[in-house]
């Protein structure tokens, strides 16, 4: 027998045929005890490719513009993916801002990992010293948060180094910039079913590196002009970027974040955004303004996820977007399992 499809490196099979040999009428029933094996591709992370073993489901939170949202929705993410559907998660903050590492250990915590090199920053500081390359195993902050009631949340550190090593990237030498973060990672993913980059709000070589280990992205954004502007040429990098690599990059959808139904420009954007089929899906969910979410960033145990997000409706909300985030996962990112 003979498996024939058409693979989209920005994309999964889009088609597939069976065919049986030229001297053999294909009969299913009768030959049932046969198997069909579909050979998934090599992720850039992966020392060799193992027959059976499970893979995470790899995906960056980006968008050109900050201040969207991003940070709080790869946290609610991360939490609600824990507590509600009980996920392991490992979150990758490259986002020198390091709000997302504040969010998750406290400030106090944050700086103290900054002081001692156990951020991402040293994996990079390794590189361009041309020292081996150190496994991120021994960076990892195990069951993160302050909530008590998260218990499978793992965290890889951002350091404000990061802002100048975007740039000392670039004049990496005798090595592709683009794979550092995921030679460290190589042998770590695997012990985890979800893994959320947080990207800094640029294209620079530190957000690469994470592009490069990741099976798709999502884009929050607020529904107004100056935060969706930049979505089409961040589609078009980014297909760039999976064509230059040869791997694909799928595009999971935009997150609206911050959304005031009353707003008559978050409507325009909205009926603007949906009707633009060159953009990507649209979540369903709209994820509120609202002061409980903002808050929400304060390094406390607000006892229960209701309670930290918003009882008014705000949990729900961030809830039934990480439900159709699971659903949209395991069906687009299928050609990775």
Same mark, same amino acid.
């Given at each position: ?6 693979? $989209? ?58 201040? +969207?949202? *991003? ?15 009980? *996920? ?48 991120? $195993?021994?960076?990892?902050? !195990? !069951? ?9 949340? =793992? ?27 995921? *030679? ?10 979800? +893994? ?27 529904? =107004? ?32 974040? *911050? ?35 903002? $808050? ?20 729900? $909300? ?5 439900? =159709? ?13």
């Amino acid at each position: 027998m003979e498996l024939r499809g058409d693979v $989209a490196a920005s994309d999964f099979v889009s088609s597939v045929e069976v065919v049986a040999p030229r001297d053999e009428v294909w009969d299913w029933p009768a030959k049932s005890s046969r198997t069909l094996q579909f050979d998934r591709p090599q992720r850039v992370w992966e020392p060799k490719p193992t027959p059976g073993q499970s893979r995470p489901y790899v995906v960056a939170t980006f968008n050109l513009k900050g201040g +969207v949202g *991003k940070t709080t929705t790869t946290a609610a993410l991360a939490e609600i993916l824990s507590v509600e559907f009980g *996920k392991r998660v490992l979150l990758i903050d490259l986002d020198p801002q390091r709000n997302l590492t504040t969010m998750m250990v406290g400030e106090k915590r944050a700086a103290e990992l900054d002081s001692s090199d156990h951020t991402l920053a040293s994996i990079f500081i390794d590189a361009l010293m041309r020292q081996p390359p150190r496994s991120a $195993a021994g960076l990892v902050q !195990h !069951h993160v948060s302050p909530m008590n009631v998260v218990t499978s949340v =793992d965290l890889l550190a951002a350091s404000p180094k990061l802002i100048a090593l975007q740039d000392d990237m670039t004049r990496l030498t005798g090595a592709d910039p683009t794979t550092v973060l995921a *030679k460290a990672v190589s042998g770590l993913l695997t012990d985890y079913e979800f +893994v959320l980059i947080d990207c800094p709000p640029n294209l620079g070589m530190i957000t690469q590196n994470g592009l490069r280990i990741a099976d798709g992205y999502l884009i929050p954004t607020i529904p =107004d002009f100056m935060s969706t502007y930049g979505i089409p040429p961040v589609q078009s990098h980014v297909r760039h970027l999976a064509s230059q690599w040869s791997t694909p990059i799928t595009e999971l959808g935009v997150v609206i974040t *911050k959304y005031r139904r009353s707003s008559a420009v978050h409507q325009r954007i909205l009926d603007e955004l949906r009707e633009n089929r060159s953009l990507p899906r649209l979540f369903p969910t709209r994820i509120p303004e609202s002061n409980q979410i903002a $808050a929400a960033a304060e390094f406390t145990d607000f006892g229960s996820l209701r309670q930290k997000y918003g009882p008014g409706g705000q949990f729900l $909300a961030l809830r039934e977007l990480t439900s =159709d985030f699971l659903a949209t996962t395991r069906i687009k990112l299928a050609w990775g399992r």
